[in-house]
């Protein structure tokens, strides 16, 4: 499963434009988690290095200790995690914005809409 869609990366407040809002007002846009352990990322800003083409992402970040913290995590560090069993890094499509999860569309009625939920399914 693609970690970033083009539409989440497009919804992603840029770093600290929602420095205003208080934490737990923020809007969770994304979230990531281990799909064989507790951890979890819930991100609410991002934004893509123009050097490295990586994302430095913001958010509340649980790594299964018990106490979440605001803190920072890279797109690529999320990637590179093998949780066991040949697993990664899940993205959850229940949460954030239902318009930026396609995994959540009816089945595609027409042979376009086939082929944009394969494009967003992409790995």
Same mark, same amino acid.
């Given at each position: 499963?693609?970690?970033?869609?083009?539409?989440?990366?497009?919804?992603?407040?840029?770093?600290?434009?929602?420095?205003?809002?208080?934490?737990?007002?923020?809007?969770?846009?994304?979230?990531?988690?281990?799909?064989? =352990? $507790?951890?979890? %990322?819930?991100? #609410?800003e991002?934004? /893509?290095?123009?050097?490295?083409?990586?994302? @430095?992402?913001? +958010?509340?970040?649980?790594?299964?200790f =018990? $106490?979440?913290? %605001?803190?920072? #995590?890279?797109?690529? /560090?999320?990637?590179?995690?093998?949780?066991? @069993?040949?697993? +990664?890094?899940?993205?959850?499509?229940?949460?954030?914005p239902?318009?930026?999860?396609?995994?959540?569309?009816a089945?595609?009625?027409?042979?376009?809409?086939?082929?944009?939920?394969?494009?967003?399914?992409?790995?």
């Amino acid at each position: 499963m693609k970690l970033l869609t083009d539409a989440i990366k497009k919804a992603l407040p840029e770093l600290y434009t929602t420095e205003e809002i208080p934490c737990e007002d923020k809007e969770i846009i994304v979230r990531f988690f281990n799909p064989l =352990g $507790s951890q979890t %990322w819930e991100i #609410v800003e991002g934004t /893509e290095d123009p050097v490295s083409s990586d994302w @430095l992402l913001f +958010g509340k970040c649980d790594l299964g200790f =018990g $106490s979440p913290e %605001w803190g920072y #995590v890279s797109l690529s /560090e999320l990637q590179s995690l093998d949780v066991g @069993l040949g697993m +990664g890094i899940e993205r959850d499509i229940l949460v954030g914005p239902s318009e930026l999860h396609p995994e959540w569309k009816a089945s595609p009625s027409s042979e376009e809409e086939v082929r944009e939920f394969a494009e967003d399914m992409e790995a």
